[in-house]
């Protein structure tokens, strides 16, 4: 028998793994399962504003996933996965349709009008036809490009298995999308793609807020990166901005746009609405008017 074989030898005589013996697996057909019925996904938002006048200027929109009997899984856990197992195309047009939905019931909704954007996984980018989902959401939902703004790592635009990005970059900004580079200064920077490829904004990764304005190299690698965009026509996003001391750093060093949990966490999109919309509730349509992909 397969026990007397003893050591790792044994497990050749096992079954197939079945989701009992692998929780990532479990996990897996979880998720499988999930973007069938579509309901345990949700899509949180993210305010982004001035520093100063604190005024809305963006949402970013984050998935999560309220797992039925795990509760909120992160999607730094279960993102790798679905890249890992061939799930990330259905998850990303998931995510596209739904921020797209909402983005069409807010224009019409009083809500202040303001860019969604949209993580995009480099699997999205290196094997789906990015470009033409996302046209024919923008078409069906009547949005226009400027109102859903795409989010892509550094690591995804220099990853050496995708070749060259850049072609992909330049239709979608034709598309009329709005790019942004996402942990910028995380990733094997090289500040010479930053020259060579469609971006209009940077958001400079919370590594290098966390310790303002006590930390010197990080106080001087914010003003040197707020510079240098300034100086390419940049746009600049400070992430996950905590505290009151690196709002004031960030204003004084000229930065115009900052998100993090100071201003809101990200919530879902009732919450939002609470806070955003007008008191006048008669301004806000029926639930029923949120269209649905079809
Ligand atoms: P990210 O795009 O860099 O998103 C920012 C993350 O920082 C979010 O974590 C957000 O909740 C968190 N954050 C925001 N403000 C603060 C703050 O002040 N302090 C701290 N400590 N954290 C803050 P989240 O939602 O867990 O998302 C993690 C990552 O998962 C995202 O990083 C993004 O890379 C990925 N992700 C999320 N949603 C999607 C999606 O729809 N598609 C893809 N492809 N990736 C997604
Ligand atoms: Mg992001
Ligand atoms: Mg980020
Ligand atoms: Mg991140």
Redesign the pocket.
């Known amino acids: 028998s397969a026990k007397r074989l003893g050591g790792n030898q044994s497990l050749r005589f096992r079954p197939a793994l079945d989701k009992q013996d692998n929780p990532q697996l479990a996990l897996v057909s979880d998720l499988r399962s999930a973007l069938v019925s579509g309901d345990q996904l949700e899509?949180?938002y993210?305010t982004q504003h001035h520093p100063k006048s604190k005024e809305l200027v963006g949402m970013?929109?984050?998935?999560r996933w309220r797992h039925p009997r795990d509760g909120m899984i992160?999607?730094?856990d279960f993102?790798p996965l679905a890249e890992r197992h061939g799930l990330?195309a259905q998850?990303?047009t998931w995510?596209i349709e739904k921020a797209c939905a909402q983005q069409a019931h807010w224009m019409n909704s009083g809500m202040p009008k303001v860019t969604i954007w949209?993580?995009?996984?480099a699997l999205?980018l290196f094997q789906g036809d990015l470009e033409a989902q996302l046209a024919g959401c923008l078409k069906r939902f009547g949005l226009k490009a400027s109102q859903i703004g795409l989010?892509l790592?550094e690591s995804v635009l220099l990853d050496e298995r995708a070749g060259d990005m850049s072609p992909r970059l330049e239709a979608l900004h034709t598309q009329g999308h709005p790019i942004a580079i996402?942990?910028f200064g995380t990733g094997y920077s090289s500040l010479a793609y930053l020259k060579r490829l469609t971006v209009d904004k940077v958001?400079l990764?919370?590594a290098f807020i966390r310790a303002l304005p006590d930390d010197r190299a990080d106080a001087a690698i914010v003003t040197a990166v707020l510079a240098m965009a300034k100086g390419m026509g940049l746009e600049v996003i400070a992430?996950?901005?905590?505290t009151e001391e690196q709002r004031k750093f960030l204003i004084d060093a000229g930065c115009t746009m900052i998100?993090?949990?100071?201003f809101a966490?990200?919530l879902p999109p009732e919450e939002l609405e609470k806070r955003w919309l007008p008191v006048d509730t008669s301004l806000r349509e029926p639930e029923e008017a949120l269209q649905q992909p079809s």
Do not use: Y
Not at 118 to 121: G, P
Not at 239 to 242: A, H, I, K, L, W
Not at 259 to 262: D, N, R, S, T
């Open positions: 899509l949180h993210q970013e929109a984050l998935l992160s999607p730094g993102i990330m998850l990303g995510v949209i993580n995009i996984s999205q989010e790592t996402d942990d958001k990764d919370r992430e996950g901005v905590e998100q993090g949990f100071l966490r990200p």
